[in-house]
C-alpha cells in the first residue's frame, strides 16, 4: 500500500511558476512509476507527466514548460511549472504505480493517487 499527499498548489498569475510535491510512503519508492494528472472542470482527467527508471515523458501541452523529477532519499517526486497558463488551471494529481513494463501514460495503469492540489493561474 502506498499513500501519496501532494502539496504546493495555489493561485498564480499567467507567465509565473509552482513546484507541486508528492510525498509517499512505503520503503519501495524507487521501483514505482510516479506520474501526475490533472482535472479542469467539466473534463477529464489527463495526463501530465511520468517518471520511472527509462525516464521521463510529457503530454505535449505542457512539454518544454513543466519537469518532473523525483528525490527517492525523501520518497517525494515534484512538478516544477513554468510558463503558466490559465488552462493550466486544475486540480493536480500525484498517482503511483509499481513498475511491470508499461508505459503509464494513462490513469487506468496506476493504483494509487493522492487527494489532489489546486492550482489556479489567473490570466
Known amino acids: 500500500q502506498v499513500h501519496l499527499v501532494e502539496s504546493g498548489g495555489g493561485l498564480v498569475q499567467a507567465g509565473g511558476s509552482l513546484r507541486l510535491s508528492c510525498a509517499a510512503s512505503?520503503?519501495?519508492?524507487?521501483?514505482?512509476?510516479m506520474g501526475w494528472f490533472r482535472q479542469a472542470p467539466g473534463k477529464e482527467r489527463e495526463f501530465v507527466a511520468r517518471i520511472m527508471w527509462s525516464g521521463t515523458y510529457y503530454a505535449d501541452s505542457v512539454k518544454g514548460r513543466f519537469t518532473i523529477s523525483r528525490d527517492n532519499a525523501k520518497n517525494t517526486v515534484y512538478l516544477e511549472m513554468n510558463s503558466l497558463k490559465p488552462e493550466d488551471t486544475a486540480v493536480y494529481y500525484c498517482?503511483?504505480?509499481?513498475?511491470?513494463?508499461?508505459?503509464?501514460?494513462?490513469?487506468?495503469?496506476?493504483?494509487?493517487w493522492g487527494q489532489g492540489t489546486q492550482v489556479t493561474v489567473s490570466s
Open positions: 512505503g520503503r519501495t519508492f524507487s521501483r514505482y512509476a
Open positions: 498517482a503511483a504505480a509499481l513498475y511491470s513494463g508499461r508505459a503509464y501514460l494513462s490513469e487506468v495503469e496506476y493504483d494509487y
